[in-house]
């Protein structure tokens, strides 16, 4: 099945502890993105990658790192999480960048992150 | 910075149209528009997309204006299950390497 697929679904940790959310798709697809969701807020982008070895920022990037060492895998890093990291995580991949290209995103389910 | 403005909520009666709109109006000249939806404890979910004719699928319709700068998705019955948070996105930009932006969305509240 195609699918985007996040971990973990739920992350409680505490301030300044490193922690990695995974993101993993099986559609060969180039592009992937990393969003949050707080209440508000809507949607807002953290960084994307348009193939592998290529990431830029979004409109969020502050206390994120991410990597694209290989086309289906786009980790999300946290170096030292603080409380107002605290969110809804989506994954999203597609075949190429979506709007240019014509193609819809595909999202994971998501990570709920708390950071205490 | 392309932006899209919606209105925050809107609600319609159980198998009658709804019309969401969205306006962009620094939209450019060769992006395309695409909604989406989330509904509640997922992820968003794609609906549907257009460029400059009005588009039609099996889950709705978009109608976008002459001039691009607005669009509106047309959900023609609506269904307890199309309650859901309704998101206008579109390019930020027209270069290769810039993010996507979403709007803000529109929580559409359906009654039996």
């Known amino acids: 099945e195609a699918q985007v697929t996040q971990n973990p679904r739920y992350l409680i940790t505490v301030t300044g502890k490193k922690l990695t959310v995974t993101c993993s798709q099986n559609?060969?697809?180039?592009?992937m993105s990393w969003y949050r969701q707080d209440p508000g807020l809507g949607l807002r982008q953290i960084y994307y990658?348009?193939?592998?070895?290529?990431?830029d920022k979004g409109d969020v990037p502050e206390g994120y790192k991410v990597s694209r060492k290989e086309k289906r895998n786009f980790p999300l890093i946290l170096e030292s999480p603080s409380p107002n990291q605290t969110s809804l995580y989506f994954c999203?991949?597609?075949?190429?960048?979506?709007?240019?290209?014509?193609?819809?995103?595909?999202f994971g389910n998501g990570t709920r992150l708390t950071v205490t | 910075d392309a932006k899209t403005t919606q209105p925050n909520s809107m609600e319609s009666n159980e198998e009658e149209p709804v019309h969401l709109p969205c306006n962009h109006s620094?939209?450019?000249?060769?992006?395309?528009i695409h909604w989406y939806r989330q509904l509640p404890s997922q992820g968003p979910e794609y609906v549907i997309h257009?460029?400059?004719s009005n588009v039609n699928n099996r889950m709705a319709s978009l109608a976008i204006a002459e001039d691009r700068k607005s669009s509106t998705l047309i959900l023609h019955r609506a269904t307890l299950r199309d309650a859901a948070v309704y998101y206008c996105?579109?390019?930020?930009?027209?270069?290769?390497?810039?993010?996507?932006?979403f709007g803000k969305g529109t929580r559409l509240s359906v009654i039996a």
């Open positions: 999203a991949s597609s075949p190429r960048d979506s709007l240019r290209a014509n193609s819809p995103l595909h």
């Open positions: 559609m060969n697809h180039e592009y």
């Open positions: 990658s348009m193939n592998v070895e290529v990431t």
């Open positions: 620094t939209i450019s000249g060769t992006d395309y």
């Open positions: 257009g460029l400059t």
């Open positions: 996105i579109l390019r930020d930009g027209n270069s290769g390497n810039t993010p996507l932006v």
